[in-house]
């Protein structure tokens, strides 16, 4: 089978993603990431765009990578100009790449509203562009801008561009759906048209695809174009990228290697890629999506007590491949969609041991239906979901017991705001009373129950909330709205999720809390 090559933009048109800031750090330790994972292309940037990318190359110098090429990224030279004088074509030449990946106009429309020249103009453009890259020493790769809406508007005019690319040297040719409009049989048409010409005209280069989601169909036209001869693929991870985004190479490199049948990388660098995901994700410092084919956390999840019964006889009934391939894992979540099947897979990861028919388990399962009719939700919550199975097999050990609470809000006549909250806690015989103070009333509440609690359990000291969701249900209630808390808790080796559900704010926070503790408690003493 003939090679795809992978070619990843997440350093160039990912960071062109509203929300997205790369320091040159961050692009260092992507492109080395992106190195890792076996891709055969990295774009690392713009040179001459902006000091950070020029400090990336710069950076570069010293860097070696056992399976990428970095290409640099610019266009082609200003119209009027000769190459040699394109300040802008000096500095990727400085950039010191074998690799330099330059774009031009194939649509007539850019050429006139765009670029403000003539078509003879541009088309001088990329020729000399390229060749005078070749001539430099480099190996070229055209993006051919908005090829697919240049070619269904003046096919001739955006053939001829190509040609001009090709006529100079370049290797490859990458067809670009620049503004994303294109569905797959247009892809397909176009595709299958250039290869056409380019066979006629005898044109060596390679035939490449730079797909936008602008119509949530980047992936599929990736691998359209794949299927019509496409070799060289573009894509960013998680598909960052310009306005809706890339093709997102999460989701490309498996459907082309899983189910097409092209071997990108090896089986373990295959395994790295939902790491990989979430790598960038925390580099670009934004929340993964969870719901991301193959990478997201939910990706192979299974709710519904129909599926975990089937996928627990065999995974191929809900599961598309097998979640270890692509380094993601299954989840079998617990909720008012759940029947024995989840509630036994809890129960065994928990350590218990149950027959299907055993009461125990339904009465696990009708307890969890009636709680989630009432507002909770435990699927987000495995730390609660564990208290009440002890709760239910009247294994949960007692720590303490909150047998009184008060806060108050007080305003000072600076606007500033101060909380304090008094509790009564017990444990064993010892009645504790103590107070605290804090920026709202749930960090005043947490902290007065740490202090109650840290004489008889040191390890309270370590714990600490760490995240407060709240959400309101039911809001057409107004103030009679039932409120559910989410409280994420650490001990700085690991983190859990707690649940409350209340009318009052307060206490819906104050049993979120509570469990939190417990929860911290019962892991250290396990
Ligand atoms: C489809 C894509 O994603 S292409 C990549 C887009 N990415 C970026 O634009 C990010 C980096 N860009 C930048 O830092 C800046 O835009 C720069 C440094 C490239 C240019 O900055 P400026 O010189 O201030 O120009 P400005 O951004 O206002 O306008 C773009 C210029 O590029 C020209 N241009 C656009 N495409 C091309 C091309 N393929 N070949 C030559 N010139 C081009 C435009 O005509 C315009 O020049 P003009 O104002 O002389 O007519
Ligand atoms: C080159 C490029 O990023 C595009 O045409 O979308």
Redesign the pocket.
Known sequence: MERIYLYDTTLR?GA?REGISFSVEDKLRVAHKLDDLGVAFIEGG?P???PKDDLFFERLRGESFKHSAVAAFC?????GLRAEADE?LKKVLAAGTEWVTT???CWDLHVHA???TSLEENLA?IEETVAFLRFSGRRVIFDC?HWFDGFAKNPDYALASLQAAARAGAEWLVL?D?NGGMLPKQIRESVGAVRAFCEAQDLAAGLGIHTHNDSETAVANALAAVELGARMVHGTINGYG?RCGNANLCALLPNLQLKMGYELVSPDQLGCLTEVAHFVSEVANLAPNDHAAYVGASAFAHKGGIHVSAVQRNPQTYEHIVPESVGNRRRILVSDQAGLSNILHKLADLGFRFERHDPAVAHILQQIKQLEAEGYQFEAAEASFELLVRECLKVREPFFTLEGLYTACQTFPDQSVRSEATVRVRVGRALQHTAADGNGPVSALDAALRKALVGFYPQVASMHLVDYKVRILEGNLGTSALTRVLVESSDGTGRWTTIGVSPNIIEASCRAVIEGLEYGLSRGRR
């Open positions: 048109d062109q713009w001459g765009a902006n266009s082609t030279r200003r119209p802008g774009f031009g106009k765009g670029l403000r453009m801008e670009c620049t310009e």
